[in-house]
């Protein structure tokens, strides 16, 4: 037994925490002890995890204070003689290759390795050994090209705390440690300090240590750090170090910084705990003495999400610079609004490239014999073009005929205007803005029906009369959404009051503005099919169709509340036993505690296992779950919003696999808390349980309830809801309960919309083809350009979940019946009164609070105005399009570009998202390039005869 003569006080938790030297040499100058763990804070399941043990073994590595080496706490291990113990470091911040972590780096060249290690007898034994309990110990080693060692440090024979140590055989450096293994003997085994002889060419050694690991660090709160050195050089080292804190995505911006004073040698390590003060974010910690370096991560989690930013402050700031339009799309209306610093507008320019003609009707009121607008709108339609039957679906296949009105609403007169190569419109005073809307939403015109609107005086005026009715409604346009929310679980009732914000344009014109509170499409077509959905004040048809149900709007109110009775018990009610082969509870968790072995079918699933042990393994797993450097974080300073998904996928298969595998984490979570009782543990990482919440967020949009452009199933992330509503609820989090449900009830709208009111809306817009089979489908989630109408995936249920089987059985039963055969349906039982007597309780909630709280924007990108998508045309400026058919040159069918004249080009448009609701679009001109000039024709030359050639610098005439 040989005793290190060094002791360092933490030990090292990345491969950055390195040496004041970029390698480690074959020989170096120095030579000494230094200690690589020294167990002290660390957490079984977050820092070192149980691969492999016997069934008598205990798996945990607990923590233990009372007797320690060093420092205050050492590691203790339960093996009982004849059982066997594997446990792994997981060192670093990301996962490699199938979710190995990286194992722990040993400085320099390694010699030896060993530890402190104690044994304490138990008193029931009947054949005493001479102390210690005879515990065996190895400790496996890697080097870089991949050759594991063990090296056995030999028996626990001895009373008290005793050294085990042996030589390191030949690795290739730099050497890691990946396991640490333990054959069992009598009583507890407490380890401490695994120490390493080594040679190395430089001779101190830094790291860094987070103190802060006992809960989520909130703003506001003092981020502990220990800074530790260690130094092979008998002599003393003595300078200033420091540590700064830094962003992750900008490493130029500090954050904060401490300043310290060393003195280190190798009979004396040096340490010391700093404190940083950080806004929320997500950090590098780096520290830096004497030339060597180490670094740690940091993240920091917001208090509470931030003030969303004001749309109407937005949309002035972004007007402020001269651009030639600009456009402003919101994800509330059917419209958008164009704006030009000029006088001249152009609208349906550019349709000949497409193949199509410009609009071949206009109504607008004039006085006779003159070219002034009387009242502020105008509205065009193409009849029966005959180019407009060689439009196609987007697959390419036949579409009838049909027609598409638009209205255009203006904010002054025009002094003159013309149908040329688009409509012209010229005005005596610059600034204009302008609403433009298709006036039947996605619904196609019958060009029968259009072409004989001029025909008739009541035709014309039961036209102009609908007009009429909306050029108020689109001059507020609803920009904002601001939700609140409240739950009633005794009613069974959850109320969400929506208030709007709008931009507003009177002009020059006269009339005022007239403002309607739009209701979400797929929550009127839920109503519409049956489902209980009331609302303060009674939504009034516009007439207007969209993607995914019809545009329904309280007139005259800006804010309202809707009550949805009847879904908050899907939501309130758990499974509570989970037959045996079942995955529902098991999968969500299987697959995290399965990346940690490098033998998957060798790790005994805590569910399985059941009792104390099983309560242990979940206990391990949800630490790694909730552990910082086992996930990926994104922070958005303007919305306050913390985001965090699981860090083996998203290096595996990139950030798109956030939403699927933060849902999982969510419900992994859940069961954890339901079935070990691990709530004193979620509830120290709340909010770190809240950031992968926000990772579903940006997924939905308003108009869909949230459903919005996803292609995973609704059931994942519904399912993700629930589980965050119950876990705000066991945890005591009133608010977050409240939003919880209110989000999952919404999910649940959308699917009953999808289900049961889709079928007859879309019989209400005629033939609508679909790309899979020709034959319509229910459509399944939301995107730009029209496409709601198309075959997407199962709004509920593809795999198991806690509230879309009931839900499913009692209000979607037959469909799901048909569409799946029976089979998931059957997965808990025949019957919802099965289910019920089987597996579902209650949830216990926290006390109803009788005021509204806000329902946070799920953010992300804008979302769709769901009637039409706006890219730039052939020519740069904006373009109205239907992706949902192709023109017949090809491409998306393009109502042509709207832009501030009729000669200049478009540069590539200044793009800002505000939010879900709205994007602001800017557009600057450019000078036109003159045509391309083409040789006229000549006769061929008279045999003999030779081609003049144009005099220098006159070229030949163009074609005419």
């Known amino acids: 037994m040989v005793s290190p003569t060094t002791r360092h006080a933490s030990r090292v938790t990345s491969p950055l925490l390195l040496l004041a030297f970029a390698s480690a040499a074959s020989a170096g100058t120095f030579r000494g002890n230094t200690v690589v763990e020294d167990f002290e804070a660390f957490a079984w399941g977050e820092d070192w995890a149980t691969v492999q043990f016997s069934p008598g073994a205990d798996p945990r590595l607990s923590a233990e204070r009372q007797t320690v080496y060093a420092g205050e706490q050492s590691c203790r291990l339960d093996v009982p003689p004849g059982e066997s113990l594997i446990a792994v470091p997981q060192c670093g911040t990301g996962f490699v290759g199938a979710g190995g972590k990286p194992p722990l780096p040993l400085p320099g060249t390694p010699q030896r390795i060993g530890l402190w290690a104690r044994g304490e007898p138990a008193t029931s034994r009947t054949s005493p050994v001479p102390g210690g309990g005879g515990h065996r110990v190895w400790l496996r080693l890697q080097d870089a090209v991949g050759k594991s060692a063990d090296v056995g440090l030999g028996a626990v024979s001895f009373a008290g705390w005793g050294y085990l140590d042996a030589p390191v055989p030949f690795l290739v450096p730099p050497v890691y440690l990946s396991a640490l293994l333990v054959r069992g003997g009598d009583g507890p085994l407490l380890l401490d300090d695994i120490t390493v002889t080594t040679t190395a060419a430089e001779p101190l050694f830094l790291s860094v240590r987070n103190l802060s690991r006992e809960r989520d660090l909130v703003e506001g709160e003092a981020a502990r750090f220990r800074v530790s050195l260690q130094s092979l050089a008998a002599e003393v080292l003595a300078g200033d170090g420091e ?68 749309a109407s402050a937005a949309i002035r700031r972004f007007g402020e610079r001269g651009d030639a ?104 005073s610059r600034g204009v803005m302008a609403a433009v809307m298709p006036l039947l939403g996605v619904r196609r015109g019958d060009p ?47 109320e969400i009051r929506a208030r709007f914000s709008y931009l507003e344009f009177s002009g020059r014109w006269g009339g005022r503005p007239r403002r309607i509170a739009p209701v979400p499409p797929l929550l009127m077509l839920a109503r519409q099919a049956g489902l209980p959905v009331r609302f303060s004040r009674e939504p009034a048809p516009t007439g207007c169709y969209t993607s995914v149900g019809p545009y329904y709007a309280i ?181 977050e309960f409240a939003e919880g449900c209110a989000r999952a009830v919404k999910l649940l709208v959308a699917a009953y919309a999808l289900v049961a009111g889709a079928p007859r809306y879309a019989r209400e817009l005629g033939p609508w083809h679909s790309p899979v089979d020709g034959t319509q489908k229910v459509f399944g989630w939301c995107r730009g350009g029209s496409v709601g109408l198309v075959a997407g995936p199962p709004p509920l249920v593809t795999s198991p979940s806690d509230a879309g089987y009931p839900f499913a059985a009692e209000l979607l039963g037959p469909y799901y019946r048909e569409r799946f055969k029976s089979g998931p349906l059957e997965f808990f039982g025949r019957t919802p009164a099965e289910w019920s007597q089987r597996l579902f309780v209650a949830i216990g909630c926290p006390p109803a609070a009788s005021r509204f709280v806000r329902l946070t924007p799920q953010g992300g990108e804008y979302a769709t105005n769901y009637v039409f998508s706006v890219s730039p045309g052939e020519d740069g400026w904006p373009a109205l399009r239907w992706d949902s058919h192709r023109s017949p040159k090809g491409g998306p069918l393009s109502f042509g570009c709207i832009a501030p004249g009729s000669l200049e080009r478009a540069k590539t448009p200044r793009v800002h998202t505000v939010g879900p609701w709205l994007r602001l679009s800017a557009y600057a001109a450019i000078e036109a390039p003159p045509p391309p000039k083409e040789p006229s024709p000549q006769a061929p030359p008279k045999p003999g005869a030779t081609a003049k050639e144009p005099a220098a610098g006159r070229p030949g005439r163009s074609r005419p």
């Open 243 to 310: 540590l700064v804190a830094c962003e992750a995505g900008s490493p130029e911006v500090v954050a904060d910084r401490a300043r310290f004073r060393f003195s280190v040698s190798a009979a004396q390590p040096f340490s010391r705990v700093l404190k940083l003060r950080i806004p929320p974010g997500v950090y590098d910690v780096h520290a830096q003495a004497a030339g060597a370096r180490a670094s740690e991560g940091l993240v920091v989690y917001p208090a509470g999400p931030g003030r969303a930013p004001s």
């Open 325 to 428: 339009l600009r456009v402003v799309e919101s994800a509330l209306s059917p419209a958008i609004v164009v704006e030009t610093p000029g006088d001249k507008l152009t609208f349906f320019r550019g349709l000949a490239q497409s193949g199509l003609r410009v609009p071949g009707h206009l109504l607008a009121r004039v006085r006779l014999g003159e070219q002034r607008l009387q009242e502020p709108w105008v509205a065009v339609w193409f009849g029966a073009a005959p180019e407009w039957k060689g439009v196609t679906f987007a697959d390419g296949s036949p579409c009838p005929s049909f027609d598409v009105p638009f209205l255009i609403v203006l904010d002054q007169p025009p002094t003159d205007w013309k149908l040329g190569d688009g409509l012209e419109l010229k005005f005596r």
């Open 448 to 494: 029968g029906e259009t072409t004989g609107w001029h025909g008739t005086a009541e035709a014309m005026g039961e036209l102009a009369s609908t007009c009429r009715s909306w050029v108020p409604l689109l001059r507020a346009i609803p920009v904002d959404v601001r939700e609140e929310c409240r739950v009633d679980p005794e009613r069974d009732l959850v």
């Open 555 to 735: 007139p005259d109110a800006e804010e309202y509340t809707c009550s949805i009775s009847g879904l908050l018990r899907f939501v309130l009610s758990a499974v509570a036993d989970v037959p045996p082969g079942a995955p529902g509870a098991q999968v969500s968790l299987a697959r995290h505690y399965q990346a940690l072995s490098d033998d998957a079918v060798a790790v005994p699933f805590w569910l399985a296992r059941g009792g104390e042990a099983g309560r242990d393994a979940a206990e391990a797993l949800t630490r790694f779950m909730l552990a910082p450097s086992n996930s990926r974080y994104a922070y958005d300073a303007t919305s306050g919003r913390m985001r965090a998904w699981d860090g083996l996928v998203a290096q595996a298969r990139g950030d798109t696999a956030a939403v699927a595998y933060a849902a999982e984490f969510l419900q992994g979570c859940w069961h954890a808390g339901l079935h070990a009782g691990l709530w004193d543990l979620l509830r120290a990482r709340w909010p770190r349980i809240v950031a992968g919440r926000e990772a579903l967020a940006g997924q939905g949009d308003w108009a869909t309830l949230g459903l919005g452009a996803r292609e995973e199933a609704a059931d994942l992330v519904l399912n993700a809801e629930v589980c965050f509503a119950r876990l705000a609820a066991k945890l005591g989090r009133a608010e």
